[in-house]
């Protein structure tokens, strides 16, 4: 079997028309896998509407909740037979011609582990709003890592195709609280000394609404998972390139590394204060040294929330 295809679902919402995305693919060898994360939701009329003898469905005992919800994805990863791997939003679409594509771009370079397509977001109704940004043919972990600081440029965790064995290699998804940045370093770790092959076409669509799974869990949360996301940076960032432009791009990408980590920070400071500004100003005081952070910043972000500037 060529792909299998994960969706990690909760929501009933969009499920249907995800999986039917899924199912009117052109290029026709694949599984889909659908693993139940005990939703409180009837997703089980959903599936069982389906007699497609390619669906695999599955249902955990016990809910990881979007704080852990990692842990489904690499659930869903345990179930793979295929070759290649594609996690799927349980509210996002495939393009109809989205595996046919990427076989295309797999055949043309069967040595690389991982692959990129731009992407459609769409809105609530699943009209189209808006494109991601254009990417190189190929881009080094380096490459790709500076683009993703410098100009915070969009990328989605359905947008990617993984060979299946280097993912289970590399442990899975990489784990951070609500996924926070899980999506960026599983492809860091994946794309290696060989990088990424992209394609232009737009074959994935991304959801925006008000149940996106980014739009939930605690901004204390967040913060967490940022600071971890910036220690596996710091870290990645220690090793030496092979060759001088790797270097170079590495030199580049630490001129970049604090000032983004840091306005991340300060954004997220100040999502904190929105419902109990005082406690969460209380405790960030509290926490300056665990964090990072200095007390001239946590003040600044408090009082602009405050006035709104």
Request: aromatic residues 12%.
């Given at each position: 079997m060529k792909?299998?295809?994960?969706?990690?679902?909760?929501?009933?919402?969009?499920?249907?028309?995800?999986?039917?995305?899924?199912?009117?693919?052109?290029?026709?060898?694949?599984?889909?896998?659908?693993?139940?994360?005990?939703?409180?939701?009837?997703?089980?009329?959903?599936?069982?509407?389906?007699?497609?003898?390619?669906?695999?469905?599955?249902?955990?005992?016990?809910?990881f909740g979007a704080e852990h919800v990692v842990d489904n994805w690499n659930k869903c990863l345990s179930y793979a037979k295929g070759e290649y791997f594609v996690l799927?939003?349980?509210?996002?679409?495939?393009?109809?011609?989205?595996l046919e594509h990427f076989e295309e771009l797999i055949n043309s370079n069967p040595t690389i582990d991982i692959f990129h397509c731009r992407s459609y977001q769409i809105d609530e109704q699943s009209t189209k709003i808006s494109l991601t940004p254009v990417w190189a043919?190929?881009?080094?972990?380096?490459?790709?890592?500076?683009?993703?600081?410098?100009?915070?440029?969009?990328?989605?965790?359905?947008?990617?195709v993984y060979k299946t064995?280097?993912?289970?290699?590399?442990?899975?998804?990489?784990?951070?609280?609500?996924?926070?940045?899980?999506?960026?370093?599983?492809?860091?770790?994946?794309?290696?000394?060989q990088g990424v092959v992209?394609?232009?076409?737009?074959?994935?669509?991304?959801?925006?609404?008000?149940?996106?799974?980014?739009?939930s869990g605690s901004e204390k949360r967040k913060l967490?998972?940022?600071?971890s996301y910036e220690e596996w940076l710091f870290q990645f960032l220690k090793q030496v390139p092979n060759n001088?432009?790797?270097?170079?791009?590495?030199?580049?990408i630490k001129v970049h590394f604090y000032p983004f980590f840091k306005?991340?920070?300060?954004?997220?400071?100040?999502?904190?204060?929105?419902?109990k500004s005082l406690e969460m100003l209380i405790f960030w005081m509290r926490n300056l040294r665990e964090y990072n952070l200095k007390l001239d910043e946590v003040i600044i972000a408090f009082f602009r929330f405050l006035f709104k500037k």
């Open positions: 792909y299998s295809i994960g969706i990690p679902a909760f929501k009933a919402t969009y499920l249907k028309e995800c999986i039917d995305s899924i199912l009117s693919q052109k290029f026709t060898d694949f599984e889909l896998i659908i693993v139940n994360d005990a939703s409180p939701e009837n997703l089980d009329v959903i599936v069982d509407s389906y007699s497609d003898n390619r669906i695999r469905y599955f249902k955990n005992q016990k809910n799927m939003g349980d509210d996002d679409l495939m393009e109809p011609n989205y043919e190929f881009e080094s972990v380096y490459d790709n890592i500076l683009n993703r600081m410098q100009h915070g440029r969009l990328q989605y965790i359905s947008d990617f064995i280097t993912l289970r290699q590399n442990k899975g998804f990489y784990k951070l609280p609500l996924a926070w940045g899980s999506d960026d370093i599983s492809s860091y770790i994946a794309m290696g000394n992209h394609t232009n076409t737009p074959l994935f669509c991304y959801r925006i609404s008000s149940i996106t799974i980014s739009k967490i998972a940022y600071k001088l432009e790797d270097q170079l791009l590495r030199e580049n306005r991340k920070r300060i954004i997220t400071l100040k999502k904190s204060f929105s419902s």
